[in-house]
């Protein structure tokens, strides 16, 4: 890819790595900062060409494609500043990793990147960690109070293929344990509620269940049971935003800690009984390799006071399934895997 100065008109060289995106999507992730009013703006009118044509901003690049850019503001890079100055200090547990994927254990606290009032994420925490790689994004996310597995791509073309393997039918099977309020009654239950995003006046993102919203799906499996509180495995259907934490709330069991849809009243004595997080964790991904098509199955060991919690109110005899709540050793997390 060659480029001339950012005050004159840009030539881009598509490269077989890039080939596949919509040119929208390209034309915002290279123009960090420029506002996507400005960006679509300029494809309409004409001002971006492909091969000195006119293109529509659905475009799918090619390799070998020349794209024109005219000059536009950019705004000044982010401070990459907290993310390097942490790079040294916190760890990241890698799960797997070959050429094309890596799979990491998202501790809980940690956004999966910067922005409203964060300073950095895991996303840029890794690109400090790694200054060599060429590409590093986010395949999915997590909610900042969720641990477990978080999966990022090192290619174009991985990321490309399993956000296409997320949009058709939700091809990557995604399983959440989520402790809950109350005695779960059933083996197992499908949840279908209807879901709005929307921003607070403060800025904080929601989600309320409306008549309108979009269809969502999560199957819900009963795991441990207590007196007071239930294990449950939550296999997601659909991807919308806080749709685990949304559904069991909505179906009178809300997840202990949750300081969005939770039991406010409850979470202020979980800390007396050893929970100091929201308990939700993403403890398991099944999906096909996105470049080999080899199936993998990816686990992240529930954390140590996650399993304690669990063992001190719920009784052994109700396990179903023994890997699911098996504590994260204290020990090192065994050398990346490489794809055969």
């Known amino acids: 890819m060659s480029q001339t100065s950012k005050a004159s008109v840009n030539f881009i060289e598509i490269t077989e790595e890039q080939a596949g995106q919509r040119l929208d999507n390209f034309l915002l992730r290279e123009l960090k900062g420029v506002p996507k009013s400005r960006v679509y703006k300029i494809i309409r009118g004409g001002e971006v060409r492909i091969n000195k044509g006119r293109v529509d901003v659905t475009y799918r690049l090619e390799a070998g494609d020349i794209l024109r850019v005219p000059p536009v503001r950019v705004a000044d890079a982010p401070d990459t500043a907290p993310a390097q100055a942490a790079s040294h200090r916190v760890h990241l547990d890698i799960l797997f990793e070959d050429d094309a994927i890596l799979a990491i254990d998202k501790p809980a606290g940690l956004a999966v990147h910067g922005g409203s009032g ?18 590093l994004e986010l395949v999915h996310r997590l909610d900042r109070e969720t641990s477990g597995i978080l999966l990022v ?53 929601r989600v309320r269940v409306t008549p309108d919203g979009q269809e969502s799906h999560t199957v819900v499996y009963r795991r441990r049971v207590g007196q007071q509180y239930s294990l449950v495995e939550c296999e ?31 979470n202020k004595q979980l800390p007396r009984e050893g929970l100091k997080r929201m308990f939700l964790h993403s403890w398991q991904l099944t999906l096909e390799h996105p470049l080999t098509g080899e199936t993998m199955k990816l686990e992240a060991p529930v954390p140590i006071e996650l399993a304690k919690f669990v063992d001190d109110n719920t009784a052994p005899a109700a396990v179903k399934k023994e890997a699911a709540v098996a504590p994260k050793p204290k020990t090192s997390p065994a050398k990346p895997k490489a794809a055969k």
């Open 118 to 135: 964060v300073s950095f994420g895991l996303i840029e925490l890794l690109r400090a960690q790694r200054p060599d790689a060429k590409f």
């Open 236 to 266: 997601l259907k659909t991807g919308r935003t806080h749709q685990i934490r949304v559904h069991l709330a909505t179906a009178g069991f809300p997840i202990l800690g949750d300081e969005k849809y939770g039991d406010f009243t409850l």
């Open 153 to 205: 791509a090192k290619k174009r073309s991985a990321l490309v293929k399993l956000h296409d393997m997320l949009r058709d039918n939700h091809r990557i099977d995604k399983r959440y344990l989520a402790m809950v309020a109350g005695v779960w009654p059933d083996d197992k239950r499908h949840l279908r509620y209807k879901l709005f995003k929307y921003t607070t006046p403060a800025g904080e993102r």
